[in-house]
T-cell receptor, first 117, second 111 residues
Framework: GAVVSQHPSRVICKSGTSVKIECRSL??????MFWYRQFPKQSLMLMAT?????????EQGVEKDKFLINHASLTLSTLTVTSAHPEDSSFYIC?????????????FGPGTRLTVT | LAKTTQPISMDSYEGQEVNITCSHN???????ITWYQQFPSQGPRFIIQ???TKVTNEVASLFIPADRKSSTLSLPRVSLSDTAVYYC????????????FGTGTRLKVLA
């Protein structure tokens, strides 16, 4: 089946630094990808929609200058957490839709655990 | 964006059939119903998707009544490894549709 990868799987960074997370669709192209954030024991919260060749669209309450998204190619989207703070520590998950016989299905990456110290 | 309501948690025993119901009263005509499974520290994994009536695959069945205002995920003979959070999502099966996750149902399978 379709695979979406994320790199790194976990990262620890110091407060004030920036961290980049990559999301790749390994065997299909995705003009759109989605970024989610998940805190412990909570559901996934949609952060933004990454669009290949154009600006990302952010959900209400998500700071676009803090969470920079770049959809560099049809198989790669990156999320950069700028000037990270401890409250940004979370599990970040991306997804990419792939078309099939019954319409589109969202394929999720394995997630990236970010810890800001 | 359709809103879904699921039980927060459920317990079951190994070997039993588990049915998780999701309410989506304002589902739109073009919306599909999709269920995902998530283990701790992993991304959600697709289980099953349907539009109406009944869909079955090798791991689950999905029952959707005629009014489509609810759906039931049925897991036959669960095992300890089925302990996970199950999410019901409703939306258009398109490449740009934004899925909004509800609370999900935390299923615990007991020995």
């Amino acid at each position: 089946g379709a695979v979406v990868s994320q790199h790194p799987s976990r990262v620890i960074c110091k407060s004030g630094t920036s961290v980049k997370i990559e999301c790749r669709s390994l065997d299909f192209q995705a003009t759109t990808m989605f970024w989610y954030r998940q805190f412990p024991k909570q559901s996934l919260m949609l952060m933004a929609t990454s669009n290949e060749g154009s600006k990302a669209t952010y959900e209400q309450g998500v700071e676009k200058d803090k969470f920079l998204i770049n959809h560099a190619s049809l198989t790669l989207s990156t999320l950069t957490v700028t000037s990270a703070h401890p409250e940004d520590s979370s599990f970040y998950i991306c997804s990419a839709p792939r078309g099939g016989l019954a319409g589109y299905e969202q394929y999720f990456g394995p997630g990236t655990r970010l810890t800001v110290t | 964006l359709a809103k879904t309501t699921q039980p927060i948690s459920m317990d079951s025993y190994e070997g039993q059939e588990v049915n998780i119901t999701c309410s989506h009263n304002n589902i739109a005509t073009n919306d599909y119903i999709t269920w995902y499974q998530q283990f701790p520290s992993q991304g959600p994994r697709f289980i099953i998707q349907g539009y109406k009536t009944k869909v079955t695959n090798e791991v689950a069945s999905l029952f959707i009544p005629a009014d489509r205002k609810s759906s039931t995920l049925s897991l036959p003979r669960v095992s300890l490894s089925d302990t996970a959070v199950y999410y019901c999502l409703v939306g258009v099966a398109s490449g740009t549709y934004k899925y909004i996750f509800g609370t999900g149902t935390r299923l615990k399978v007991l020995a």
